[in-house]
């Protein structure tokens, strides 16, 4: 069960609820007195977080001391290299510092990656001199405006996600391809001369430059080159002193302080008056060219952007300090952020904009808490292009270029090698890197497409099936995806097994369709009643779970499974009416019945399951359980944990009780009740080390009912109807007396039904629905309250607080057989203790809905 929960792009924005917002009020029939609002018991971190302004957006205009340093060191980073991505392009050099400083501000504002630092980047260089060199500069400005409009179309559209599902082979092979460009054309400036205007030009131009080499400018980019590489490996408190300072800065500023002492003659920054800066003018020119320039930004700014975004979400989980939780990215704000940036940028004169990895990383490194580090960050580029002109003039143009040939060479990833190489993609990877070198991006990306499209169909298409036989035993293995492509060969060679023979089908791949499944299960049926035997197995040799036999439904009481097999229902015969004086009779008969199905069951798993599983029972039984969550349910017996989880034994450390409810600490001890559910939390998280929790509701829960049909609970409003749901199935209908067991248990629900009658909380919702009725609203609602009682165990507390425990909420609908995730957007909207309950549908992978 996957424990990772994407933020949904397509939940509107919910802001706070007050007294001037009618839709909400007729939402809610009844208001709780306020008394007992204000002494509602809530946990400590619960209460921190309410008298903490949220990190996401804090009151007013106080900005963190983390967000103040974090914005210097990415200031540090890219003054130098937006004045060389500039130079790179052959853009005027002020172009780059209002493209960074409007990527600061504009995208730091409005964005929906707090973190990620947005400007001119390398990814963009090729694609920009190009445009130049074709259209000139006035004319790129405004293809810059027109494809922020078109990202801000595709942003209305809610697409942001679907750039993600481009190969990462063709992505990393673009990236490269466009630093192979870069580092050639820079190589020139580096040597002292003039880059040409392709890459094949730059590599036939390169003899007769290093023929004429300028020895200033060659000594100033070894200089840059020596400083930038060595002084991230500074060694001892030396290199953590120094390594507070920016290597590009560092390298830079090396450069020109050598430059200027030794007085060398050298091409510099010249950055001209703004009152003679450039702006942007009508595009003139054929218009299937300016259409396909316009897209071509557009696709590589937006996917760049939207890549850098998801990995900053990765940087930002992976860190431990500050312990500050940052709201995920938000895709679709995200890519508005980057149209209105591109439209502003290209309307002041700047370069295209996205998302800048390395700059982002560096703000995340440097403990930035919120987009104010990101916003600062573009203030201070602002200050230092008005201000610092004098001291920006004396930088060498070779000290830039060798600062960008730098970061052309290493968007070239050994580590994406790897791994394209590793996942049997290297020709998608070098096929897209050859196309941008040699034709350009939109026509490498399309090459790149191509070749994607072709490996697929190819993988697709391969299946190798072969037979032999030893020891009488007839082995078929089947290599690569089992498609209907392949079911002639599979049937041809099934039929070559003899009658009555033992068989092994060996599957070796991750794709199965309807027409190979039908092929085998018809062939086993078949070979079966011949009397043979048919065992399925993998490629290491495990075995898979047979199909099940089709039962017709006049002889059984239940629909078979594939992997279950030990409930004989057809062993239960109908019995006839019976009269009110037999009914001793009849529980005797009942008994009898259930005696049996215990019996047999046990004897089924000795003779089926045991001999499988004991080798890695015993296992467990030398190592010690080591189960990577604790999973806490309700102990309705339509619930099976191992089931829905598709998990194994030591697996799960499981708590099972009426309502999936969790005391609050102190609670479960009061009135001689015991501490059972507050012990094994305790147990998991301190002894076993649990890395999540896990706490599933579902529907039709009698515990619920149970709370809504209490006499001093009666409920004070209904659910919103959601119309007549196509999986509804008959609940469990449960009365309680009035003072019993189960009544003093159930009061541990009393918060939940408090929490879904509040003004406070916005109602749960399952992929975008109301709830069916009110006690479906009451699960829901219960899983969410029963996660924040979580919190406020200590053992609980502690795990959130180190970093090494995660909580997640699960719904699963009994009559759908379908299992939901809660995804909680919290604090996007500025309030930390406010969340987006929202149970997200988890869809089967493709071979599981084949093999269903």
């Not at 009151?59 to 914005?71: H, K, N, P, Q, Y």
Request: aromatic content about 4%.
């Amino acid at each position: 069960m996957s424990a990772c929960v994407p933020t949904r792009e397509d939940q509107p924005h919910r802001p706070h609820t007050n007294h001037a917002s009618p839709p909400v009020h007729e939402r809610r029939a009844s208001l709780l007195p306020r008394f007992l609002r204000a002494n509602r018991r809530r946990s400590p971190e619960h209460q921190q977080k309410a008298d903490t302004p949220p990190p996401g957006r804090p009151r007013g205009f106080r900005i963190a001391g983390a967000d103040f340093s974090a914005s210097i060191s990415v200031f540090l980073i890219a003054l130098p290299l937006s004045l060389g991505i500039a130079l790179a392009t052959g853009a005027p050099l002020q172009a780059g510092l209002v493209a960074a400083a409007v990527g600061g501000l504009v995208v730091g504002r409005f964005g929906g990656a707090p973190l990620q630092v947005s400007g001119p980047a390398a990814g963009l260089t090729v694609v920009t001199a190009d445009l130049i060199h074709q259209y000139g500069w006035r004319t790129t400005c405004a293809i810059t405006v027109l494809a922020g409009c078109v990202q801000l179309g595709l942003s209305a559209l809610r697409v942001a996600r679907s750039a993600l599902a481009v190969s990462p082979a063709i992505v990393h092979g673009m990236l490269a391809g466009i630093g192979v460009t870069i580092a050639l054309a820079q190589l020139h400036i580096v040597l002292g001369g003039t880059p040409q205007s392709s890459a094949v030009a730059n590599v036939q131009g390169l003899p007769s430059q290093l023929a004429d080499l300028h020895p200033g400018a060659v000594s100033v980019s070894a200089l840059t080159v020596a400083v930038l590489l060595a002084w991230p490996r500074i060694p001892g408190r030396t290199g953590r002193i120094a390594r507070k300072v920016p290597a590009a800065l560092a390298a830079v500023a090396a450069a020109t302080a050598a430059a200027v002492l030794a007085g060398l003659s050298l091409d510099r920054v010249d950055l001209p008056s703004w009152s003679s800066h450039a702006l942007p003018e009508f595009p003139q020119g054929p218009a299937l060219g300016l259409l396909a320039a316009v897209l071509t930004v557009t696709l590589v700014a937006s996917v760049e952007s939207l890549l850098s975004a998801v990995a900053v979400d990765k940087l930002v989980a992976a860190r431990k300090e500050p312990a500050i939780q940052i709201p995920r990215a938000r895709l679709d704000r995200e890519l508005t952020g980057q149209g209105a940036a591109n439209i502003v940028s290209g309307a002041l004169g700047g370069l295209p904009i996205t998302g800048v990895a390395v700059r982002s990383a560096a703000n995340v490194a440097a403990g930035g808490i919120s987009r104010h580090s990101t916003m600062l960050h573009g203030l201070w580029i602002a200050v230092a292009a008005l201000f610092l002109v004098s001291v920006l003039d004396l930088i060498p143009l070779a000290a830039l270029a060798a600062l960008v040939m730098v970061i052309g060479v290493q968007m070239v990833n050994i580590t994406h090698v790897r791994s394209v190489r590793r996942n049997r993609e290297l020709l998608v990877y070098v096929g897209t890197l050859a196309g941008v070198v040699f034709t350009g991006v939109l026509e490498g990306v399309a090459i790149g497409v191509a070749l994607a499209v072709a490996v697929a169909l190819h993988r697709l298409t391969r299946t190798r099936i072969t037979m032999d036989e030893h020891d009488g035993v007839h082995r078929l293995h089947a290599r690569g995806q089992l498609t209907f492509l392949a079911v002639p060969r599979l049937s041809r060679l099934l039929h070559q097994v003899p009658q009555g023979s033992n068989c092994v089908v060996e599957l070796d791949g991750s794709f199965m369709d309807h027409a190979a499944y039908e092929a085998l299960h018809d062939w086993q049926v078949a070979h079966l009643s011949q009397g043979g035997t048919v065992e399925f197995t993998g490629r290491s040799g495990a075995r898979i779970a047979e199909p099940a036999e089709p039962v017709s439904q006049s002889s059984t009481c239940c629909r078979p499974w594939t992997p279950w097999r030990n409930h004989h229902c057809g062993d239960l015969v109908e019995q006839p009416p019976t009269t009110q004086g037999r009914k001793a009779d009849r529980v005797q008969v009942s008994s009898k019945i259930q005696g049996g199905q215990l019996a047999s069951g046990l004897s089924s798993f000795q003779r089926n399951t045991a001999p499988l599983v004991r080798g890695e029972l015993a296992r467990l039984a030398r190592e010690g359980q080591q189960p990577s969550q604790l999973f806490l349910t309700c102990a309705d017996s339509r619930l099976v944990t191992s089931m829905i989880t598709a998990s194994g034994p030591g697996d799960l450390f499981t708590v099972r009780n009426v309502g999936n409810l969790v005391p609050l600490p102190g609670e479960e001890g009061a009135e001689g009740q015991d501490d059972s559910v507050a012990a094994a939390i305790e147990y998991a998280v301190d002894v076993l080390r649990v890395q999540s929790i896990t706490v599933c509701g579902h529907s039709g829960c009698g515990a619920m009912q149970a709370l809504l049909k209490a006499p001093d609970n009666e409920p004070r409003r209904v659910a919103p109807k959601a119309g007549p749901h196509p999986a509804t199935h008959t609940a469990t209908r449960t009365t309680v007396p009035p003072s019993s067991p189960l009544t003093r248990w159930l009061r541990h629900g009393r918060p939940s039904l408090e929490r879904m009658r509040s003004r406070d909380h916005a109602w749960a919702r399952i992929s975008g629905r109301l709830p069916a009725d009110a006690v479906e609203q009451l699960c829901l609602t219960n899983v969410v309250q029963q996660l924040e009682h979580l919190r406020a165990h200590k053992a609980v507390a502690r795990g959130l607080a180190e970093g090494r425990l995660q909580l997640h909420g699960m719904y699963f609908h009994v009559g759908e057989a379908q299992a939901y995730l809660l995804a909680s957007d919290g604090q996007e909207d500025g309030h930390a203790d406010r969340t987006d309950e929202v149970f997200n549908r988890v869809a089967p992978t493709a071979f599981e809905e084949a093999r269903a």
